[in-house]
Every structure is written in C-alpha cells, then in structure tokens.
C-alpha cells in the first residue's frame, strides 16, 4: 500500500501548481483521499478531501475558492489544483487514505500516507 506525492515546487505568489497523489497496492476506487499540509512549525492540516466515486469534495475555508481537488480512478491518481497561491501556503502537502469510501475529517483516522511533496511560495 503505497500513495506517492508529486509536483511541488518553488512558486511566487499569484502562481499556480498542480499536485499529483498516485495510489498503489489496494483498490483505490474504495477510498477516499484527503490532502494535509504541514507549515514550517506547524501541525498537519486537513486541506481538501474527495469520496471514493469523486462526486463530493471538501475543503478547508482558507483555500476554498483557490484550490480544486479531483480523481481519476482510472490512473489511480487524486490532484489537487492550486491556484492564486500565497505565502502563507507553503508547506509540505501531504495525501493520505481515509478509512472508506466517504471524507473524513479526522486525520487520527487515516492510516496511509505519502511522503509529501514541498510547496513554497515566495517572491
């Protein structure tokens, strides 16, 4: 069981990324997938999370409106769509397997997590 992060980068502010989480060694189609990030300092925070069929997404209020999560189930790949990126955004973004097919809140619950993948944003 494995889930491996991509496509972070150096960004300045008002930029955008695209972040890449893909999932192998279960059926990835059964689960829901949530985005974390973890500031320099800071705890981990939930971000964006997607069910298992991709029709519901949730986010967190100070991204609401500027990040986009999807799913395609067929290349077992969650992304995450970051747009009009600020300081304050910079992290380690981390994804991460729910429990089951609905969106978790709860990050004490999930027990498969990538790597992470470094997002700054600096100018």
């Known amino acids: 069981v494995q889930l491996v992060e991509s496509g972070g980068a150096l960004v300045q502010p008002g930029g955008s990324l695209r972040l890449s989480c893909v999932a192998s060694?279960?059926?990835?189609?059964?689960?829901?997938i949530t985005w974390f990030r973890q500031a320099p300092g800071q705890g981990v925070k939930w971000l964006s999370g997607?069910?298992?069929?991709?029709?519901?997404?949730l986010y967190e209020n100070q991204v609401k409106g500027r990040f986009t999560i999807s799913r395609d189930n067929a290349k077992n790949t969650v992304y995450l769509q970051l747009d009009n990126l600020k300081p304050e955004d910079t992290g380690l973004y981390f994804c991460?397997?729910?429990?089951?097919?609905?969106?978790?809140?709860?990050?004490?619950?999930?027990?498969?997590w990538g790597q992470g993948t470094q997002v700054t944003v600096s100018s």
């Open positions: 060694g279960f059926t990835f189609s059964a689960y829901a």
């Open positions: 991460a397997r729910a429990p089951g097919r609905d969106i978790n809140l709860l990050k004490e619950k999930y027990d498969t």
């Open positions: 997607i069910d298992s069929d991709g029709r519901n997404a």
